[in-house]
């Protein structure tokens, strides 16, 4: 076995995310459909001879070591196998903007735990990891899991799903959003009606939308701004909390000639969206 394993680390798109209500602990109930991107960070595991010594090569800036969700996937999974392990030195290539909606912090956690399921090889079962995932944050399990799904409860109760694997621009105005921030604005909507059943297919742009955008529009008119000139080419919709939005093309050449254009201080990139997690296609590979 090698001592050293790079592994992707996915961004998500919400297609859509419905608040559906309010629980009592204040979180909300949301509706929501994951799908992957096969555009992300990577993230290179190396075990080392010290026990159990569980450290980053170089921080990710602005988030303490303490509190990044690499670090803390890794304690976790630690405690959870309760034997001493070889050390591991965790270095991570970040392409996916923070605070963005894309998910980025919590795909860090799961590539953490799958790859360190793998190196420290504990067999975990995908389920006893999407428990741990859990405790560090709602968008935790779904890239354990590694299917496209119709997400329920915090996003923790998972149907998979196969929406079509279109090609998507994303953009990042340029503007940070906290997600606690948002779910407490009075003007969020928070009573749309549940849906009964998965979607079979995201494609009605109109039946379907983010129950965050309005406030998000108010609140960040860069925001807002990208909507409107993404909107020009077809549906724009915000991705969780935002900042990022994205639009669905056909094809790659299509989302591209439309990234050629945007208008400048947005950064963005051009990915395909996929059903299976690059993750797991790789995890795939190496059994
Ligand atoms: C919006 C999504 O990205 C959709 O996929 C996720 O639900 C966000 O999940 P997350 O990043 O794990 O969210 P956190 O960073 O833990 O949430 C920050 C804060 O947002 C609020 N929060 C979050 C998720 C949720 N379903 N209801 C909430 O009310 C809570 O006050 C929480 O303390
Ligand atoms: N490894 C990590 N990478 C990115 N952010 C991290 C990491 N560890 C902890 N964080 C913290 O998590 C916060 C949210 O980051 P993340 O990239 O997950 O946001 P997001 O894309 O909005 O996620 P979501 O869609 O789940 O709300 C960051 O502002 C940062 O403080």
Request: aromatic share 8%.
């Amino acid at each position: 076995m090698s001592l050293s394993l790079t592994l992707p680390s996915p961004a998500k798109l919400n297609l859509f995310l419905h608040i559906v209500g309010r629980r009592d602990d204040g979180y909300h109930e949301l509706q929501t459909v994951f799908q992957f991107l096969d555009y992300g960070d990577d993230i290179t595991f190396t075990l080392t001879g010290e026990q159990t010594d569980i450290r980053l090569a170089q921080p990710v800036p602005g988030v303490p070591d303490d509190d990044n969700l690499i670090i803390r996937a890794a304690r976790a999974l630690a405690a959870h196998s309760r034997r001493p392990l070889p050390g591991v030195v965790i270095d991570i290539e970040k392409r996916l903007p923070m605070g963005g909606g894309l998910g980025g912090g919590s795909s860090n956690a799961a590539t953490t735990l799958l790859g360190l399921n793998h190196l420290w090889q504990l067999g975990l079962s995908l389920d006893q990891l999407a428990e741990i995932g859990l405790g560090l944050g709602a968008d935790v399990p779904v890239f354990v899991r590694g299917h496209a799904a119709f997400g329920e409860g915090v996003g923790e109760r998972l149907t998979p799903v196969d929406p079509p694997e279109d090609w998507f621009l994303v953009l990042k105005p340029a503007c940070n959003i906290n997600t606690g921030k948002i779910f407490s604005e009075e003007g969020l909507t928070r009573d749309t009606p549940k849906i009964k059943i998965a979607p079979a297919f995201e494609g009605d742009a109109s039946r379907y939308r983010n129950d965050c955008e309005d406030v998000v529009r108010k609140l960040y008119p860069e925001v807002h701004q990208s909507l409107e000139w993404l909107s020009q080419f077809g549906p724009a919709r915000l991705t969780g909390t935002g900042a990022c939005i994205f639009g669905r093309f056909p094809t790659e050449s299509a989302a591209r000639i439309i990234w050629e254009s945007k208008p400048s201080g947005i950064t963005g990139f051009v990915a395909k969206g996929v059903n299976i997690s690059p993750l797991h296609k790789k995890l795939t590979e190496l059994k």
